[in-house]
């Protein structure tokens, strides 16, 4: 069964899921990579700041603020 | 030509350290992500009281201390918080070229118990340019409070290095941790450290650059860490080995003239 995949910008506060592919390129996607979000790795959305970008993540441990125009970069797809 | 303003600070660095008066046994570096408690590690070892903070970034530039172990005198260098080395900032560039060219006897990576996983990333690259790597596995105490219990034997197993549990702050683990670089330091251990292995295509690509790099550094670096360096083509440090090669080509090597060195690594980094 396929499961949906979709933009980390779409992910809804407090639900978590699961990195699917990193399609920046270059040094945004080394920094990335950097702080731990691969692909498989579980990320879950804490809080959207006052203007709803950046967005706050939990990422291995870290909370980790991203923009927009990194995260819709980022493909996830939803977990139970 | 060719020397960056980095690239300056570390070798005035590793001039000034060659040049101290009490010429150390060893000198150790200190590496670790940012707010890891690397700075009271320092501290602790060192006895110096440098200023230690909570926010990113804090330590720009490169502080040095001593302490004696075993009646050893270890000069101890507090590399800017990083990441990576894969250099996308000026201060992982730093700590980069001082673990790679600043030839340090043993290297420490402090990383945090309470998000372990994503510091594991630096502790992969270090060991993977050199085998004389410490995990210090800082703030115990304070992920004991979260009900995180690290097993650093385990830990130890599978990264064919030692790992010393430490709580920086209440000077625990630190005589550990001498012990510890003391016998990565004087060979009375030899790590292991786990090889990582990537795909077929990478793999044979590495095989056939490291021939090369081999010949070209003398064995100075490790060819399998070059040789991935190469295939990334990051232009800092294909610049950084050039100043390497200019520098310090030994002369014992009739046939491999500087200019030769140089412009066989320029073939080299220019492949890719």
Known sequence: MAVAEFELTQLPIGRM????????????????????????????????SPSGDPVAYKIRGAVIALRSEESRHITVRSIN | MGLTAQSTGIYAFLEELSRSPVKAD???ALAGNPNTGKSTVFNGLTGLNQHTGNWPGKTVVLAKGNYRHRNKSITLVD?????????????????????CFGDPDATVVVADATCLER?????????????????CVNLVDEAKRKRIEVDCPKLERSLGIPVVPAAARDKVGLTDLKEAIHKVVFGKQRNRPKRIVYNQAIEAVIGELQGEVKRLFQGKFNSRWVALRLLDG???????????????????????????????????????
């Not at chain 2, 080395?85 to 070229?97: C, G, T």
């Not at chain 2, 630096?122 to 790597?133: C, M, Y």
């Not at chain 2, 800092?236 to 140089?262: C, D, H, I, S, W």
């Open chain 2, 119 to 135: 510091n594991l990333n630096l502790v992969l690259q270090v060991i993977e340019i050199t085998p004389k790597t410490i995990l």
């Open chain 2, 79 to 99: 590399l800017p918080g990083t990441y990576s080395l894969l250099a996308n900032s000026a201060d992982e560039q730093v700590a980069r070229d001082f673990i």
């Open chain 2, 26 to 28: 060893a000198v150790v």
């Open chain 2, 234 to 272: 990051d232009p800092t440090l294909v610049n950084e080995m050039r100043n390497y090669l200019q520098r310090r080509q030994p002369k014992a090597e009739p046939f491999l003239e500087k200019g030769e060195g140089v412009k066989g690594f320029e073939q080299l980094s220019n492949r890719f």
């Open chain 1, 17 to 48: 899921a699961e990195v699917v592919k990193v399609g920046l390129t270059g040094l945004a996607r080394n920094r990335l990579l950097d702080l731990g979000l691969v692909p498989s790795t579980i990320v879950e959305a804490i809080r959207k």
